[in-house]
Each structure stands twice: as structure tokens, then as C-alpha cells.
């Protein structure tokens, strides 16, 4: 029994773990937060939430929280507590040092989708216009980057088609790559309840998730594919929707380029992308792809929803322009119960990508090199852009690492955990001058630092977070910041303390700059946030309510493009050494590195990241049930827990990355999307053999 105060206030929030973005109750008693109550008028959730977002919040009071500034002179001395105004000084004299020594694109940032949108739009406004660079990222970066590139190809702008109610009107559901069960849990829920009344669905993975078949659903088809096929998997779904003519021909007629159409059909039409010349390739039985895209072609309402499964592979661009090239095929756009649609794994991942924090776009997914967009913001913010696209994080690194990056300020991102080739990752962070970590804990990232910002929790700061319909939610300030400013603030500092004259006393004004400089945010204010709950961007004088549906009359980018999408195997290879496959994903109960989730005190977060192994690979190994296994690759090795289970296929094996003690990104490669540089988390040879634990 949990003895819970009687609240004396409560403030509507948003969560702050998954994209679903639901929106919350914070009851109050004193400063102190008694309950998380899902707040039933929220667009996103309705009433509904998962156990992180209920319960997962004890993170904020923990005793690991950072509280005071600190600086040091090297990574080898000791941290020293010191003032903001100290160490405002200590870090703007280390980066205007290093750019008065080595020039201005020397520096940059990192910013997370954990932060909302004023605080990645702050971000980006510092690199640009006070380092003067565009060495600006995100970690979506290493999740949902070729989702920006794909969509924005294709349809001409870099979001998912639908609001969630629109699963509501789908007939057909392709679940690509993704598992709301443990990911989405709230998107999850909607979307059985909408299978338990009759639609269908398509499971596209390489697992057995529990979708294929939970006590009350069972999958229509699951396309259960060797890890790294997904874009061979697209292409031959599309081979038998045209060579069969089940594509909706005047919805190609006139909404999309005929042209493109006409070359993209010659292409996926050749015999080498039918089902039965790819099915040795991809595992899966070309009877079943055939009579998956026909359910899809003609089964009524189609919706492709997909996750990291289908982005973080060195072809995850593709899939993702293979995705809108079904939907376009098909007619599956610009109506309920229909489209295409990323499922963000972070909170503000949509938001922060909006926000301009990629070094080719500025806010609004416009390119640097469009004069007329830099005009705009140049006349408000007084100095002149740089129109060439800065770093990404993994060229960062590498340019850390030859000598010509030397600072960097990292904002709620743990890049050593969370970022592919660990050990590079640390050579680059101990290459540089200054590494300027600002978050809630004393993360891996920390131990390169030579600053450290104290962070402020969600529950401790003002903002917006757009989730993965589009919808921007208000986050509001439950309790004062325990070290003393929100996020925003201390960027603001920084900026003042590097010479600039932003004088912003609410993130309010932050949104207001947004909406003057973007315009599919030209409509939105804190005044309509409240008045309406939340809105849906596209949001401006033509949709002043916003735009739950997108692409309805005709694409963003005018008319649809369909593109083609060869198979490229990855460079990653399985051989005697190495001859398994390593897949990961994620559990309900755990929030990726597990910052968060960790140091909430419950039982339900005493989990451990196991290893699932085919009976058969674990027979040939000597390998029994719950036993410790060494995981080695040609990066690195580790050792977690052995779990036997027919959920994944012979050759395959599958883990969790929420533990630090998995350390999963020693496994994995440096391989990565050839569009974005996403890495190619979901693909890695390995063996496994037993072990006597870590
Ligand atoms: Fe939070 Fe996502 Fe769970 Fe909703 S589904 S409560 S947004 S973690």
C-alpha cells in the first residue's frame, strides 16, 4: 500500500519519456509531486497512460541530481562547485578561446529530444548566431533522421500524415520495425482496441512481438525478415501491387509526378523484386508477401505505422522513402484511418527536428543554403548565417579526433552511452578543449567534461513538446527549478556570458520568435496552447486550428514523389566468427539508456537487459535458459543474461540497451545510413558463447 498526501494543487503536464505525448495531472502537496493522474482531456492519451509516465518520476528527486555548477581544468582533476556566474565565465572564456585559436567552426552543439522546443530552438540560435556555425545536431540524429529524409523526399516535409484518432478509421495496419506494446504503450492500446474490432494487421520484424499474437489478436501476416532486408521486403511488396495492377491509379494520376511514377513502376516491376526471388534474401515466404500486399492494396483503409526498426539501418532512409512509396501506390494519403506514420521513440524528437537543430535546416526544415529563409532570420537575429551545412555528431567526433574540433556544449544527451562506437566516441570527447555537459546527472558523457550545467527535470520548467502526430503540448513548471534556473534559462546565460544580448523572460517569447520565423508555426502562441489544450502544426492563417491530417488536397512539396529503392546489403556480415545477427529494441517498463527509469524507486524497474537466443543457436552453443553469455562482436564484447525463445528466428539474437552494465554500443558498428549518418544500431554480427557473468 502506497500512503499518498492529500494533493492541495494540481498543474496539467506533458510526459516526458515517449512520443506519444500524453498529458498528465501533477498533483501537489507543498513542493512536493504525490501523483502522476493521466488527465482525461488529453488529445494524445484520453484518460490513458503507460506505468513510465505514471509512475516514473522519482528521477527528479533523486539524490544523483546535480544541483551546483562545476568546473575543472582537465578531465584528471577533480570537479569544483562554483557559482553560475563562475561558471558562465569559466565556459564562455574556454569556447571564445578555442574559436579565437582555431576559428569559428571549431565548436558546436548537441541538443536532445528531451528537451522542448524552446530549449532545441535556444540551441540552434547559439550555434548560429553567436558561434556563427551551423555545427548544430540532435540525438535524433541516431534515431529518426532518415525518417526527415525520406518523408521530406517524398512528400515534402518531415512529419507523420495522421493524428492518433486515425487508427480508428484504418482497415489495414503495416507495423513496420516498431513495438508499441513496450514503446508506445498508450498508441498501443488504441490500436488493439481498433484490432479486436476486425482490422488487420501486418507485422513487419524481425521478432515475434507480441502483436503477432496476444491473447486476443493474432496477425494477419507476420513478415518475419532477416535483420538488414527491410528495404527488400518494401520493394517486393510494391512489385506485386503493380505488376498485379492493385495500385490506385488515379490517385497516381494526379496527386503525385506521373513521371517519377513511370520510372519508379519499370523499377519494381523487374523480375529481381518479385517475392519469390527475394524470399532466400529476406527469410520471408513469398506466398506471405504477396498476400500481404494485397491485403494492404485492397483490404480498405491502409496505415503504415514503423519505428527505430525501419530508421537506424544503413539503408533506413530507404525504407522510409519505400514507406511513402506504398502509401502513394496505394492511395493510403490525405484521409482518416489511412497514411504514414514514424512513431517517435522520445518525447520531443518531432519537436526538436522542427526546432532547425540538423546543421543543414534551419527551424521549419529549410535548408541553409536558401538565401531567402536566412534573409528572414538573419534580419531578426543581426548577424549574418553560415549557408553551408555545419557538422553532423558523428563528423563532430571524427573532427575532434583529427584536431580541428576542439568545443563542444552537450545538452541532455549522454552521447557516449547512447551513440554507436564507444570507444570513438571517447576519443573524440577527450580530444576536445572543452566539453560542456548540461543535464540532470553526472552522466558517461560527463566524465570528458571539463563544465557541467546542472539540468532542470520536465516537472521544473515551462515549454512545449511536439509529439509524434504533431500535436504541441504545454509542459508546465510543477516546482521551482531545484538548481535554480530551467534549461532555457541556463542556455540564455551562456549566450549572454559568449556576448550576445537575449533578454528572453519567459519561453513564451521563445514561441512567439518561433512562430514569427517558421511558418507552420506562424499560428501558435501560449495563448492558443491554452485556450485549445494543444494544436497540431501546420498551425497559421490557413489552419489557424491546425492540421490533425496532413497531404490531404495535394503533398507539401506539390505533387508526390515516388522514388526508387534498391537493395544495398549492409557491410555488416555474418561469417564463422561472428555467424549471428544482433537486433535490440526496448521493454515497457525501461526508458532507453535508463537514466531515468533507473533511478525510480520501484520494483518494477529491477530489470536486468537479457540476451533472446533461438532454442536451437543456444542447443549448439551449450547455452541453458537464465545463464550468463559472453556477446562478442567485431567491435567489442559484453555479457548479459542468456533468455531461450522461439521469438526470435534461428541465426538471430535480440537485446534491450537500457542497462549501462549491457554497454550494447561496445557491439555495435560504426555502419550508418547513407543519407543521415544514422547508425546501424539493429544490424551487427555476433557470437554468443556461456559465460561466467561480467
Ligand atoms: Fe508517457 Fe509514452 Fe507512457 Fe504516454 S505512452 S505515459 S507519453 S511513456
Known amino acids: 500500500v502506497i500512503e499518498i498526501g492529500t494533493p492541495e494543487r494540481s498543474v496539467i ?19 512536493e509531486l504525490v501523483r502522476m493522474v493521466p488527465y482525461k482531456h488529453g488529445k494524445a492519451n484520453r484518460g490513458h497512460s503507460c506505468v513510465k509516465g505514471r509512475f516514473a518520476y522519482g528521477y527528479a528527486a533523486h539524490k544523483d541530481r546535480i544541483l551546483s555548477p562545476m568546473i575543472r581544468d582537465s578531465i584528471n582533476d577533480p570537479w569544483k562547485e562554483v557559482s553560475w556566474a563562475e561558471a558562465m565565465e569559466f565556459a564562455s572564456n574556454r569556447m571564445k578561446g578555442i574559436i579565437a585559436k582555431h576559428g569559428r567552426h571549431s565548436v558546436g552543439v548537441i541538443t536532445s529530444s528531451r528537451c522542448t522546443n524552446e530549449e532545441a530552438y535556444l540551441v ?46 484504418t482497415d489495414v495496419v503495416i507495423l513496420i520495425g516498431a513495438n508499441p506494446t513496450d514503446g508506445h504503450p498508450v498508441f498501443a492500446s488504441r490500436l488493439k482496441k481498433r484490432l479486436r474490432k476486425g482490422a488487420k494487421l501486418i507485422v513487419v520484424d524481425p521478432r515475434r512481438i507480441d502483436l503477432v499474437d496476444s491473447a486476443h489478436i493474432k496477425a494477419a501476416h507476420h513478415l518475419q525478415l532477416t535483420p538488414g532486408t527491410n528495404v527488400a521486403v518494401v520493394t517486393a511488396l510494391a512489385h506485386v501491387i503493380v505488376t498485379e495492377g492493385l495500385f490506385d491509379e488515379e490517385f497516381v494520376r494526379t496527386r503525385c509526378d506521373w513521371d517519377e511514377f513511370q520510372d519508379y513502376a519499370e523499377f519494381v516491376s523487374d523480375p529481381r523484386h518479385s517475392p519469390e526471388a527475394t524470399q ?5 515466404k513469398a506466398d506471405e508477401l504477396r498476400a500481404a500486399a494485397r491485403l494492404y492494396a485492397k483490404g480498405g483503409n491502409g496505415a503504415i505505422y514503423y ?9 533506413g532512409s530507404t525504407t522510409v522513402i519505400g514507406i511513402a512509396n506504398l502509401a502513394m501506390l496505394t492511395g493510403n494519403i490525405g484521409r482518416p484511418g489511412v497514411g504514414v506514420n514514424p512513431l517517435r521513440g522520445q518525447n520531443n524528437v518531432q519537436g526538436s527536428c522542427d526546432m532547425g537543430s540538423f546543421p543543414h535546416e534551419l527551424p521549419g526544415y529549410r535548408h541553409v543554403k536558401n538565401d531567402s529563409v536566412r534573409e528572414v532570420f538573419e534580419s ?46 571517447a576519443a573524440g570527447l577527450a580530444a576536445m578543449d572543452c566539453v560542456i555537459v548540461h543535464d540532470l546527472f553526472l552522466n558517461e558523457t560527463a566524465n570528458y567534461a571539463h563544465v557541467f550545467f546542472p539540468g532542470s527535470s520536465f516537472l521544473e520548467k515551462d515549454g512545449t513538446f511536439t509529439n509524434a502526430e504533431r500535436r504541441i503540448n504545454r509542459v508546465r513548471k510543477v516546482m521551482a527549478p ?5 534549461d532555457w534559462e541556463v542556455t540564455q546565460m551562456f549566450a549572454q556570458a559568449m556576448g550576445a544580448n537575449w533578454a528572453y523572460t519567459h519561453p513564451s517569447q521563445i514561441m512567439d520568435e518561433i512562430a514569427m520565423l517558421t511558418p507552420s508555426f506562424a499560428g501558435v502562441s501560449y495563448e492558443k496552447l491554452e485556450e485549445m489544450g494543444s494544436v497540431q502544426w501546420p498551425c497559421n492563417e490557413k489552419a489557424p486550428e491546425g492540421t490533425p491530417l496532413m497531404h490531404i488536397d495535394g503533398f507539401v512539396r506539390g505533387k508526390g514523389k515516388l522514388i526508387r529503392t534498391e537493395y544495398v546489403a549492409t557491410d555488416e556480415k555474418t561469417g564463422s566468427r561472428f555467424p549471428l545477427l544482433l537486433t535490440t529494441g526496448r521493454i515497457l517498463s525501461q526508458y532507453n539508456v535508463g537514466a531515468q527509469t533507473r533511478r525510480t524507486d520501484n520494483v518494477v524497474w529491477h530489470d536486468e537487459d537479457v540476451l533472446e537466443i533461438h532454442p536451437h543457436d543456444a542447443e549448439v552453443r551449450g547455452v541453458r535458459d537464465g545463464q550468463f553469455v559472453k556477446l562478442a562482436s567485431r567491435s567489442g564484447e559484453t555479457s548479459l543474461r542468456a533468455k531461450i525463445t522461439d521469438r526470435v528466428s534461428p541465426g538471430v539474437v535480440y537485446t534491450t540497451f537500457h542497462h549501462p552494465t549491457t554497454q550494447a554500443n561496445v ?20 557470437q554468443v558463447s556461456p559465460s561466467n557473468g561480467p
Open 307 to 315: 519505428g527505430l526498426g525501419v530508421t537506424e539501418h544503413s539503408q
Open 280 to 284: 532466400f534474401l529476406t527469410g520471408v
Open 380 to 425: 531578426l537575429w543581426g548577424v549574418q548565417i553560415d549557408n553551408e551545412p555545419g557538422l553532423r555528431i558523428p563528423n563532430m567526433l571524427d573532427a575532434a579526433v583529427e584536431g580541428t574540433f576542439k568545443g563542444l556544449y552537450c545538452q541532455g544527451e549522454d552521447i557516449l552511452q547512447s551513440d554507436p562506437d564507444t570507444k570513438h566516441v
Open 482 to 486: 531545484r538548481q535554480g534556473y530551467a
Open 667 to 686: 557491439i555495435t558498428t560504426d555502419f550508418s545510413d547513407w543519407a543521415t549518418n544514422c547508425p546501424e544500431y539493429k544490424v551487427t554480427a555476433v
Open 124 to 169: 540552434q540560435k547559439l550555434t548560429r548566431a553567436v558561434f556563427r556555425n551551423n555545427n548544430t545536431d540532435t540525438c535524433a540524429r541516431v534515431c529518426h533522421s532518415p525518417t526527415g529524409y525520406g518523408l521530406g523526399q517524398t512528400f515534402g516535409t518531415s512529419a507523420g500524415t495522421q493524428d492518433f484518432d486515425s487508427v480508428e478509421e
Open 13 to 31: 503536464t506533458t510526459c516526458a519519456y515517449c512520443g506519444v505525448g500524453c498529458s498528465f495531472k501533477a498533483e501537489m502537496r507543498g513542493d
